[in-house]
């Protein structure tokens, strides 16, 4: 079971789903703000209104590389359209393919652009308490990292031509809720998903600890009960401002393992999550002071490309594989849905398990996908666009979260400080983890209908078995009079055939008889004749 040091119990964090936390006001003096005009019971309403993924097509200019070595261009972009054409010829027959998104981002389009098009909206919803996830998707080297990082920070603190969307995120959060005037608090989190285990991108490294103690990094992924997944064990960082961004970015990305590959020399083999949670005070109700939550989710996944393209092998082929476990599963869920399946397998990888909610869920989602122009990425290209054309169709039921009183979160946070000391006083004493009395007797009442069902299905299990050997066994002995009957047939064919011989023998024979006949009969008509 995993322990906590000290410090990380001051700090941990808790899932992917908002979790109580500290209200952090930075100025509480503030006036209450001003409504948006935000009717949270036409939110409510909106409970079961379905909506789809949203996906988002960028294509990344060639390289100057590519633009030196005069590398073939097989994409046109039309952004007015939305659509992506795939130039392709075989057999000096042109075959074109053209494919449809909600927006299409060509080589040209700038940060700003796609963010204020496309990914602004979906902060303005966030703000207004909803759970919302971008995820960037594609070939290693399309410009995933670039859409959602971007370039390096400028000096001034100003963002730079280049940011991505994870600073401008940052910048529009803060920007409106001090036009607001709001009392809030912004906390982030950055984890790295690879080879099937998490790391905590933002977790600080204490050089008083010892090696095996800092290896040791208990995350893991719970089920809170409610069918959320959450992270246990990574830490939340409050923000105070826009740019301390960059620190946490630069942080995460000095920790990120990246392996050289034929592709791209630093290509990012694992998958990121950069999760943004906002509390915001809304104005008081009677006595009641209300907090609404919203949480952005920025995935920016591992690259697509197959294991034997990429040039991964030997000692990279643990990871390679476990990197394409989770993308095949992403596509595996995808698949699911867009069917319709009675079976989801979110369980199946980590990455679906974290992401859950995301597709299919109570999130809104919005799917970037990256290409490159290039030539030499036409079957890769194909095969993104394949993939996020399908996930056009999944379809969600965003939710916004209940806003929660300042007294029912003080209250969850005086619950989350006792269950941390426990933690500690666990950790101190070596002996395990501290699990709650209702959590133990709940996990317990779990464990034994899960028993119950292994044994109910163990007895089915074995009930089909014997059925299965009883039609193995009348199977068998069908086949066996079949072959019976069948050689019966063959030995009633072969009489047959005779017996046509023989008639056909008897037949010739007639015929001859009787043109013999008639040839007598001819001579002793002549003889009577004559005489
Ligand atoms: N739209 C773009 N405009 C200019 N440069 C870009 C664009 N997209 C990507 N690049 C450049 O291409 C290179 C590869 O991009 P990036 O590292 O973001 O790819 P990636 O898809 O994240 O790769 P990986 O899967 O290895 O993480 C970088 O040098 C980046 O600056």
């Not at 002071?289 to 040039?311: H, P, Y």
């Not at 849905?337 to 995301?358: C, F, G, N, Q």
Request: glycine letters at 6%; charged letters at 30%; hydrophobic letters at 35%.
């Amino acid at each position: 079971m995993m322990s906590l040091t000290p410090d990380q119990s001051r700090k941990v964090g808790l899932g992917l789903m908002p979790s109580p936390i500290p209200f952090l006001t930075p100025r509480p003096e503030r006036r209450r703000p001003e409504s948006r005009g935000h009717d949270w019971n036409s939110a409510r309403q909106d409970k079961d209104k379905e909506v789809n993924v949203q996906v988002l097509l960028r294509c990344r200019p060639l390289s100057d590389e590519e633009q030196r070595t005069n590398v073939a261009k097989v994409i046109a972009c039309n952004e007015h359209k939305r659509e992506v054409t795939v130039l392709h010829s075989i057999a000096n027959k042109q075959v074109d393919r053209v494919f449809t998104f909600d927006k299409v981002f060509g080589p040209k389009a700038q940060q700003r652009s796609i963010y204020d098009q496309a990914i602004a909206p979906i902060v303005d919803e966030v703000l207004e308490g909803f759970n919302c996830t971008v995820f960037a998707y594609g070939q290693t080297g399309t410009g995933k990292t670039y859409t959602m990082e971007g370039g390096k920070r400028n000096k001034g603190g100003d963002l730079p031509a280049e940011a991505g969307v994870i600073p401008r995120a940052i910048r529009q959060i803060f920007d409106t809720l001090e036009a607001q005037n709001a009392d809030y608090s912004i906390k982030v989190t950055f984890l790295e998903l690879y080879n099937e285990e998490i790391t905590d991108l933002l977790a600080q490294e204490d050089p008083s600890r010892n090696v095996e103690d800092r290896q040791k990094k208990p995350i893991s992924l719970m089920e809170d009960g409610k069918g959320c997944v959450v992270v246990r064990g990574l830490e939340e960082e409050a923000v105070y401002s826009a740019n301390e961004i960059y620190t946490l970015l630069e942080r995460g990305a000095a920790k990120r393992r990246t392996a050289d590959t034929l592709l791209n020399k630093r290509s990012s083999r694992s998958h990121s999550v950069f999760s943004i949670t906002i509390h915001v005070k809304e104005a008081a109700v009677g006595e009641e002071e209300l907090i609404k939550c919203g949480k952005l989710n920025l995935v920016d996944l591992a690259g697509s490309e197959n294991i034997s393209r990429s040039g991964a092998r030997e000692g990279r082929a643990r990871e390679a594989g476990e990197i394409n476990k989770s993308l095949l599963t992403l596509g595996r869920v995808i698949n699911a849905l867009v069917e319709h399946s009675a079976h989801i397998p979110y369980r199946d990888s980590k990455l679906t398990r974290l992401l859950r909610d995301s597709l299919g869920g109570r999130t809104k989602t919005c799917i970037i996908a990256t290409i490159s122009p290039s030539a030499h990425a036409l079957e890769e290209t194909l095969s993104t666009l394949d993939y996020a054309y399908r996930a056009k169709s999944i379809r969600n039921k965003p939710e916004a979260n209940q806003r929660v009183s300042k007294a029912v979160l003080l209250k969850d946070l005086y619950l989350d400080i006792e269950k941390l000391k426990e933690d500690v006083r666990a950790a101190r004493e070596k002996n395990g983890v501290y699990i709650p009395h209702e959590k133990f007797a709940q996990d317990e009442a779990e464990k034994k209908l899960r028993i119950e069902k292994i044994e109910q299905l163990e007895n089915e299990l074995s009930i089909r078995d014997n059925q299965v050997e009883r039609y193995n066994e009348l199977y068998l002995t069908e086949k066996e009079k079949k072959i019976d009957v069948e050689r019966e047939l063959m030995d009633c064919k072969m009489t047959l055939e005779k017996s046509n011989n023989e008639r056909l023998d008897l037949e010739e024979n007639l015929r001859v008889i009787i043109s013999t006949l008639k040839e007598k009969e001819i001579i002793y008509m002549n003889r009577t004749f004559f005489n």
